[in-house]
């Protein structure tokens, strides 16, 4: 019985391996080694461009520990991820909700439809338009004086919830999508049973629907968080004077004083943090899950 | 059998003949490097140097002079004309980035003001490794609608009238220049950084956010959102002109940093012919006279170009002026040591805005 266990997966993999070989190898070509350049990079103290004299160094990395000016900004970064992170929650999961559990047929459609929408558009006009709506004089101030009978004045352009509000609404599809996802997957039967053995409807959420769905709310927690720590393209926009996070930073060593090597050092050290992070939450996450 | 064979040899041919007429097209053309909007890119110029030379211009662009640098290092053979500020000349040169250029040919090189011309910023061991074009200020430029009469003092910037619609470059050496501007001292040697620092920390709450492109600026103004900023006299020039913006530029009693624009020739340039004809064509005084009619720009380095403008025109008039000449200061190669120095100060004034 063991023996034919053991035959069978050896005869799966070769079989198997015409399936893997192009996804395996169009990641170690697309990633991995434009990557491994990035680690070579990092050690080193100037790039080997036009005969430059360069040598091996760990200085790339010092330079993060030795200035607070770095760690002051991969915090603010880490609490951006954070709080969009928390926003997308709030929004999306009880968004997730209705599309899975209330709205049927050609509804459901219309509304997944609204969802998905923001994601055929281009990251960079999405983020102008914002722009537009939350300067001073800009759409949003103009139709809320329009409304309310008393003057107000609204200029969240510039500022650190112009960035959050910019990137929640980036991200927030993600979160829809991953939560839809498990909560759909849901039995029915589940909640009518536990509302039929008397629990509360907040009772039923809180202890069948939310743990069940929680898979989906740390994939698409994960999915968000990562990315927006290393955002630097919406708080450049739309921070203004206080736009400066760890993501543009490191922007600004690639395009603007051309030194990668630093650029790509603090962006490792960004990757550690972000998998020290992961990995420390995840028994906790486990045990939600 | 016969016709596949056939239908095979005709597509090489036609793969090679077309191959052939690409390699010859791209030997007609010469591939520009410029800021976006400056002059090279505007399509009646293109057009006139295209009908006179059959050369074909190639338009790219960057948005700091960094990038400008990484763009050369990164795409040698690429570009066949860079345009430089003077004060990178040095570093491009020590990069093998750039040739010397023959300047014998190039009919107009004798008309450029000597002492531009004669620039030790663009002249390394007798060669001459830069033309120059224009020159103009970082001055400031106010918002007309936010002002009764123009202010004459930097310290205008710091008034708590203008909180939140203040906007300066983010560049650190700019930054950095301008603080040393604001505290009285030398933008070259700059002795006193803490004044500098104390300077530009009590600027940052004034600030509604940073600029990178003149397009940033004029959207700016045009939305009403700010009232004065750094402005480069050839964009305020510009924006007035070209986009009937209510911009002027005001150039403090306490001075202004000046700059240099220069054409240089990339190494493994394909085109040098054309490259050379492009840069005599910057140079000459028709297109000058055209560019600042039409759209707007600094002063020429030529100066049988500013003699060409009427004798009340901003660039000749104010420019020219020995007054304003006393109180420019001409910006001077920076050390990398200065520049990682300028942008730590930078950076970190940024950092502690928050």
Same mark, same amino acid.
């Given at each position: 019985m063991a023996d034919q266990l053991a035959t069978a997966s050896q005869r799966g993999l070769r079989p198997a391996l015409p399936l893997l070989l192009p996804a395996y190898l169009w990641l170690t070509v697309a990633i991995f080694l434009p990557l491994s350049a990035m680690v070579f990079f990092s050690f080193?103290?100037?790039?080997?461009?036009?005969?430059k004299e360069w040598a091996f160094t760990l200085g790339n990395y010092a330079a993060f520990f030795s200035q607070s000016l770095y760690s002051t900004l991969l915090f603010a970064s880490l609490r951006l991820g954070l709080e969009v992170t928390l926003w997308c929650v709030v929004i999306g999961y009880p968004a997730a909700y209705v599309l899975a559990k209330v709205l049927k047929g050609r509804s459901r459609e219309a509304i997944f439809l609204l969802v998905i929408?923001? &994601?055929?558009?281009?990251g960079l006009v999405r983020i102008f338009s914002w722009a537009m709506v939350l300067r001073e004089g800009g759409i949003l101030d103009t139709a809320l004086n329009a409304v309310l009978p008393f003057k107000i004045n609204i200029d969240l352009m510039y500022s650190y919830p112009a960035v959050i509000i910019g990137l929640v609404h980036s991200y927030v599809p993600y979160m829809v999508l991953t939560c839809y996802l498990t909560l759909q997957a849901i039995d029915d039967s589940l909640i009518e049973a536990g509302r039929s053995l008397g629990a509360s409807r907040r009772q039923v959420l809180w202890r069948v629907i939310i743990p069940l769905s929680m898979p989906g709310l740390i994939a698409g927690s994960a999915l968000i968080f990562v990315p927006v720590v290393g955002s630097f393209m919406e708080p450049r926009i739309l921070g203004g004077?206080?736009?400066?996070f760890y993501g543009t930073v490191i922007e600004d060593q690639f395009?603007?004083? &051309?030194?990668w090597p630093l650029g790509a050092a603090l962006s490792f050290i960004l990757l550690a943090v972000v998998l020290i992070i992961l990995a420390l939450a995840a028994p906790v996450l486990r045990r939600a899950g | 059998m016969r016709m596949p064979r056939l239908t095979a040899f005709l597509t090489a041919t036609a793969v090679f003949v077309s191959a052939f007429t690409l390699a010859a097209q791209a030997a007609e053309e010469v591939h520009v490097l410029n800021w976006?909007?400056?002059?090279?890119?505007?399509p009646w110029a293109v057009a006139n140097f295209e009908k006179a030379t059959g050369f074909k211009v190639v338009n790219d662009f960057f948005n700091s002079e960094q990038e400008m640098l990484t763009k050369i290092r990164t795409n040698p053979?690429?570009?066949?004309v860079v345009m430089i500020n003077a004060a990178f000349n040095d570093q491009a040169m020590a990069g093998k980035l750039i040739q010397p250029i023959?300047?014998?040919?190039?009919?107009?090189?004798?008309?450029?003001a000597k002492d531009k011309a004669g620039s030790p910023m663009l002249n390394h061991d007798g060669k001459v490794y830069g033309v120059p074009w224009v020159w103009g200020l970082t001055a400031l430029a106010i918002?007309?609608?936010?002002?009764d009469k123009p202010p004459t003092s930097i310290a205008e910037m710091w008034d708590p009238a203008h909180k939140g619609r203040v906007i300066i470059r983010d560049d650190a050496v700019e930054a950095v220049q301008f603080g040393a501007l604001a505290s009285g001292q030398n933008i070259n040697d700059i002795k006193d950084m803490d004044a500098v620092k104390a300077k530009l920390t009590s600027l940052m709450p004034q600030i509604k956010t940073f600029w990178s492109s003149e397009n940033d600026w004029n959207q700016m103004v045009a939305s009403n959102q700010i009232d004065i900023g750094t402005y480069w006299s050839g964009s305020a020039d510009r924006a007035k002109t070209?986009?009937?913006?209510p911009v002027s530029l005001v150039i403090p009693q306490e001075g202004s940093v000046a700059w240099l624009d220069a054409f240089s020739i990339p190494v493994g340039s394909k085109n040098v012919a054309g490259a050379e004809a492009f840069i005599n064509y910057m140079i000459d005084p028709k297109f000058y006279v055209e560019w600042v009619t039409k759209v707007g720009a600094p002063v020429s380095a030529n100066t049988k170009a500013v003699e060409?403008?009427?004798?009340?025109a901003f660039n000749r008039k104010v420019m020219g002026s020995p007054e304003v000449a006393k109180r420019i200061q001409f910006q001077a190669p920076i050390t990398d040591e200065q520049r990682e120095r300028y942008l730590a100060l930078w950076q970190e004034l940024k950092v502690n805005v928050k």
């Open positions: 080193m103290t100037d790039l080997p461009l036009a005969g929408l923001p &994601f055929w558009s281009n004077r206080t736009g400066t395009v603007a004083v &051309f030194n | 976006k909007g400056y002059g090279a890119d505007e053979g690429l570009y066949d023959d300047v014998s040919k190039l009919s107009n090189y004798a008309d450029v918002n007309e609608k936010s002002f070209h986009f009937k913006l060409a403008l009427p004798e009340d």
